[in-house]
């Protein structure tokens, strides 16, 4: 079997594997480990300079650890001593992208742990019997962990994932990280139990592998372009032992051959393989030298390379590298980028996206072929906060009207990553907006990122609530909401006051909410004027008695009935003679305020009232869902979920459609919007909650009415400033 990494007409007692066609001394500590051969490290850490070759070995070793894939291995042809046995697959949770805590519940996943916390995964694997033998767990690629390249994520999986797992004694691990992690990875393990293999060290040292990589690439058998020095065995021969001298002086020998390679297939112009000049020792000389080769000064190209190198995910949709080219270098670089393909091709790699929610300007992506690549420009860029400021200014003007709604979706996901690179992030976290429609763990992550004493409240209401909406995967409109929700109760209206106005169609408008430790039960009532001694109804009652003619009996008002710790003001006690006896806090349902009156005079709604309205919820520990009754039994539709990061302690709903809901920090009343006219259910239309659904309770309502409108307020500022 052959591939772009192993040179076919040389001659040798074991041929080199495959995909890696090198690298004999790892693979025999690696096999080693994976054996469990007496005197073999339990944990061993991967690590090596960007493009010195981690990635791939680690995949060309997992190559021979899966049975299926080892069925289309000549293993017989290969060094004994480099094959692992015939095992079971180890674990391999690939991190790229991902927290610590979505790295663990990768592994809960894969091994069916009954854990429903992230603290009690790690113990729970070192539990599980898997036919006597350590669990083995490989992870790869941590550099490349976290949705935001500025948060440190890195660090993150190290210390919450791999250093809680390499402590576990049945637990067998490998794993690729950082070198500025690799020592405090295997720190404070016993003698023995832990080795850390440097590909940049001389005893792991490859030359002859990183000569057959330049030769495989030179190959026309492989699909390289015949040309003197491709076609002529000795030629090649020749040129990739220089290409894989020079290479092989620096880090990041791997990635610099492939690069220099493609550099020059790409266009052989004026290449002169005998002179050494034009041979690269580093992945910034392969971009100076193969810029110069196409007449274009090195800083052009790294130019139009430096929007890819700041970027985020997967990579930038190509409308947008133009203008923040433009933006980064603080100069029009249309001319350039028109002309610039040729000169970028070496580097780049298109991302085809399908689906039907991807418009079509960012189906595709543009993105560099290695982050090696982007390490290199960016050490070229003299101010990478000056150039990620120029970035968001541009992609904040890309947002149409300052509506996130209409947003680009990479505008909207990463500005977030770049406005922290730039450190203008707490400027960003005060656009409601912004908090609702761009993806939760993404920013989440961002903001996170930032020291606490720099967030302003609206950032703080949007961390406390972040967790409910990465846990429950909200769309954006119920993200809206339950924000919504979450600025009435930190005391921000005017926050909540601006999703009203700008999301249209939230499912309900939180009227008010009281911080009331320990309600554990509520309920809906009305309460006849006569009965109440509020301000409000006081004083209503003093000026119809001035009144000359009389009017008409007030309608009763709705109130709220909570039942609370004795204490709690505004509250009266159920038994005054006994100290530990709850108390009862009656409340105007629409406002919130607190209502001196007799509980004895509050009236409930009685069974037949809640049995025959339009409306009903059914409860779970941490959900509400708010549903329509149908004319038949079960065509119910749904009208909405209130979701809770706390259980919840007492629900109602009041006939005219508002909801009442208690936590163990208090009570809150929402008005449900009318459901929108479906012509099935609706039960789909919200995220599923993880507990088990009931069926509505017997908790109706009639067709809800809006009780309360908050004022309009401005909104506030939106965007950071340069």
Partial sequence: MTSPTQAPEQTRAHEPHPYIGGRGAVLRALSAWRAERPGAPRVVVLTGSTGTGCSRLLTGFLMLCDPEYRKGLELDAFDPAT??????????????GLTAAQTLWLLADHYGLSATRTDGIVPELGQLPLSGRSVTIVVPDVDRAGPVRGAGEPAQVVRDVLKPLAAVESIRLLADVPREFAVELAEGLPPGVAQVIDLDAPEWADPEGLVLQAEALLNPQFGAPELPFTTEPDARRA???????????????????????????????????????????????????????????????????????????????????T???????????????????????????????????????????????????????????PDVPGAQTRIAMELLEAVPDQDWAKAGAYVRDHLAGHTLEAGLLPRLLTDPGLFAHAEPVRLRAAVESVPPEQLDAPARTYLRTAPLLTRTQAPALLRAALLETAFVEDGLPEYADVLRRTVPGLPWHTLWSVPVAGADAVTVGTLLPSAAASGSAAEAAAQQ?????????????????????????????????????????????????????????????????????PLGFSRGADYVRVWHRGEQQGDAQLVTALISATPFTGTDLSPDGILLVATESGVKALQIRPAQPRATTARGSVPAPRAAEPEPAQAPGPTPEAAAQAPQAPGPVAHPTA
């Fill in 545 to 613: 008695e001035q009144q000359e003619q009389p009017e008409p009996e007030p309608a009763p008002l709705a109130v709220a009935v909570s039942v609370v710790p004795q204490g709690t003001p505004g509250s009266t006690p159920l038994k005054a003679d006994d100290p530990e006896a709850r108390a009862v806090l009656v409340q105007d349902l629409a406002t919130g305020a607190a209502i001196d009156a007799d509980p004895a005079q509050i009236r409930r709604p009685s069974e037949d009232e809640r049995a025959t309205g």
């Fill in 239 to 321: 040129l990739a032992e220089a290409i894989a001298r020079h290479a092989g002086e620096s880090a990041g020998s791997r990635l610099t051959v492939q690069l220099a390679v493609q550099s020059v297939l790409m266009h052989p112009e004026g290449f002169d393989p005998a002179d050494v000049s034009q041979l690269p020792g580093s992945v910034g000389e392969v971009l100076d030298l193969h810029a110069e080769r196409l007449d274009t000064h090195p800083r052009t190209l790294r130019q139009i390379l430096a929007p890819l190198a700041l970027a985020e995910g997967d990579g930038l949709p190509v409308h947008l590298l």
């Fill in 323 to 381: 203008p923040l080219a433009s933006a980064v270098a603080e100069r029009d670089m249309s001319e350039d980028m028109a002309r610039g393909m040729l000169l970028v091709a070496p580097f780049i790699r298109p991302v085809e996206r399908a689906g039907e929610g991807v418009p079509e300007e960012e189906r595709t992506l543009l993105g560099l072929q290695h982050p090696g690549i982007g390490e290199a420009v960016r050490a070229g860029i």
């Fill in 83 to 96: 094959v692992p046995p015939d095992l079971p697959a180890p674990a391999v949770p690939s991190v790229a």
